[in-house]
């Protein structure tokens, strides 16, 4: 690579962001390119930075016992653009890191804009980029343009994968009942910013309950023709899906009762509780917990209202689904997420297959510091494989293919980080412990990978 040639980043999201800061701040020349305002996409309502058009919560804080947190701990300790803005801007959650998600967007933009080492360039790239662009960074999530995808698609000749990806309804917080629902979080686990009651609960008896499934079963839903063979994401699941799996599923799913005690009536356990998160710093909105839907706006309102709390609920934003495409990456990308078919080209964020905001971003952080080590014409090693960056790069570039003696590869599917998709670490028993429980010794097991992948993550940041 060329010194004087700088890095374009196409995609202005959060692994877009982070990829353009991570390679100015090692001193290298980028025009980040977004295609919003001048085209629009199903999802996003602003032109701002790394908007989040789903959940407002980067889910668990906890690097100890979590490997999202985890994560979030990593990129921390690597000077992450997301994770200060994220700190910064963060919202009670109990034990979740959430944020306000317009200040965390404008804060964000401001970053970029005002970095002496990015420019900002508006505007659409309708297929591959140019030949002369040397270094080139591909974050365009989920939803990628047609002339772009289509033109990564005959280029690396493998179908791009897709699967539903969904949105939960947001709820004006003064039309909530305050005599019905409770503030509490699950076990009064406090998080950042948090009391230990960060959540508004809905409880349900089992009457309300049954009369809410049959409603999301025959309620009138949204059909996609193009997308009817496509399969969804179970970490997003729609809840009228959930709801066709088992009368029970939502009870143990995102209905789930436990961890959650009603002052009103404290004898009395919950048949379900329905639970909503703060969604702004005001606290006048409040996100629906686990209600991504594809039900009919008109449906969405009236079947939402049967929840004990919500009978007269006004909503600032109702659920929807969108289409999301990713690569089949341990196909065409190498470790170092250069494109194999044109090697000018990395890609970082959810187009790569991992899901989730911090995991986007994350690969954003992995792909910008690459970009600009070949700027100056050298190589930097990969996250170790036993820190969770380091794992989650192994999973999209390789990981899920089968293990030794298995009959073939796995298919691959996005992947939320997780502690299964880091290596193995060896615990010893506390002395003097003559029987270890199994669950303290999971807790000692997350204790151990952490502490061994903050370490490695220290020496490769």
């Not at 020349?29 to 908007?51: C, D, F, K, N, S």
């Not at 140019?130 to 270094?135: T, V």
């Not at 939803?143 to 709820?171: C, H, M, N, R, Y």
């Not at 959930?242 to 009395?268: H, I, Q, S, W, Y």
Request: net charge negative; charged share 20%.
């Amino acid at each position: 690579m060329q010194e004087n040639q700088p890095i374009h980043v196409i995609g202005g999201g959060l692994a877009g962001s982070e990829a353009a800061w991570q390679a100015a701040e090692a001193g290298a020349q980028v025009i980040l390119h977004e295609m919003r305002p001048h085209r629009m996409t199903e999802a996003h309502l602003t032109h701002g930075l790394a908007e989040l058009v789903c959940s407002n919560s980067f889910r668990s804080d906890d690097h100890d016992h979590n490997a999202v947190g985890l994560l979030h701990e990593e990129m921390r300790r690597c000077g992450s653009l997301i994770m200060r803005v994220a700190d910064t801007h963060k919202l009670p959650a109990g034990g979740a890191l959430a944020v306000d998600r317009v200040a965390f967007s404008d804060a964000v933009t401001a970053a970029i804009h005002n970095h002496p080492n990015i420019t900002v360039e508006r505007g659409e790239i309708t297929g591959l980029p140019p030949a002369e662009w040397q270094n080139v960074i591909v974050a365009t999530g989920p939803l990628t343009s047609a002339p772009l995808a289509e033109a990564v698609q005959k280029l690396t000749g493998e179908d791009a994968l897709a699967f539903f990806d969904a949105i939960a309804p947001i709820v004006h917080a003064e039309s909530i009942d305050r005599s019905v629902v409770w503030a509490q979080s699950r076990y009064d686990k406090a998080g950042p910013g948090g009391t230990g009651a960060d959540y508004l609960n809905c409880p349900m008896n089992e009457e309300q309950y049954d009369n809410f499934v049959d409603a999301l079963l025959t309620g009138d839903k949204h059909v996609f023709h193009q997308w009817e063979n496509v399969p969804y994401f179970d970490g997003c699941l729609p809840i009228e899906v959930m709801a066709e799996r088992g009368r029970e599923t939502l009870r143990f799913g995102p209905l789930k009762p436990v961890g959650l005690t009603n002052p009103r009536d404290p004898e009395v356990k919950p048949h379900a509780v329905v639970q909503l998160r703060q969604d702004n710093a005001l606290g006048t909105l409040w996100n629906m917990v686990g209600f991504q839907t594809k039900l009919k706006y008109r449906k969405q309102a009236e079947i939402f209202r049967l929840i004990p709390g919500l009978e007269n609920a006004q909503f600032a934003r109702l659920g929807g689904l969108h289409h999301n495409t990713f690569l089949n990456s341990p196909k065409v990308l190498g470790r170092d997420l250069r494109l194999k078919a044109d090697p000018r080209l990395r890609f970082a964020g959810q187009i790569t297959g991992v899901e989730g905001y911090v995991e986007s971003a994350a690969i954003g952080l992995i792909a910008g510091r690459m970009a600009a080590a070949d700027t100056r014409g050298e190589a930097i090693a990969m996250p170790p494989e036993t820190t969770a960056m380091g794992a989650l790069l192994g999973h999209i570039t390789g990981g899920h293919l089968a293990a030794e003696g298995e009959p073939g590869p796995r298919s691959f599917q996005p992947m939320n980080v997780n502690f299964g998709l880091l290596p193995p670490v060896t615990i010893s028993k506390p002395e003097g412990v003559k029987r270890w429980k199994t669950a303290e010794k999971q807790l000692a097991r997350k204790r151990a990978a952490t502490a061994r992948a903050l370490e490695a993550i220290m020496a490769w940041a």
